[in-house]
């Protein structure tokens, strides 16, 4: 079985900073893709930013230039910085990763994590 397990959510104010981090454990051969995705109340599930491999990231329009997607594949682990919080940031943060449990495994499957809430507020 494969977990992916968020932390580092939590209530800031406006103009802060939290740093997410998304941990993959159990049977992982090797993860492609990672991400971040974000639901406010009452809306869809949306793109924050993602990162491949090899690095290369995207980011939605709306945190350009505040959040930071990085990612750790020694350890499983992608991080999401996020600097200059705005309270439409609000929101439940999930991880998602591209993943290959075996060196024999000939597909990748889709995991989420559980979520983090985000809370931006003064």
């Known amino acids: 079985q494969v977990q992916l397990v968020e932390s580092g959510g939590g209530l800031v104010q406006p103009g802060g900073s939290l740093r997410l981090s998304c941990a993959g454990s159990?049977?992982?051969?090797?993860?492609?893709?990672m991400g971040w995705y974000r639901q406010a109340p009452r809306k869809q599930r949306e793109l924050v930013a993602t990162?491949?491999?090899?690095?290369?990231?995207n980011y939605a329009d709306s945190v350009k230039g505040r959040f930071t997607i990085s990612r750790d594949n020694a350890k499983n682990t992608v991080y999401l910085q996020m600097n200059s919080l705005k309270p439409e940031d609000t929101a439940v943060y999930y991880c998602?990763?591209?993943?290959?449990?075996?060196?024999?495994?000939?597909?990748?499957?889709?995991?989420w994590g559980q979520g983090t809430q985000v809370n931006v507020s003064s």
């Open positions: 159990g049977s992982i051969w090797r993860i492609a893709a």
């Open positions: 998602n990763a591209d993943v290959k449990a075996t060196y024999y495994s000939t597909t990748y499957s889709n995991r």
């Open positions: 990162i491949t491999s090899a690095g290369s990231t």
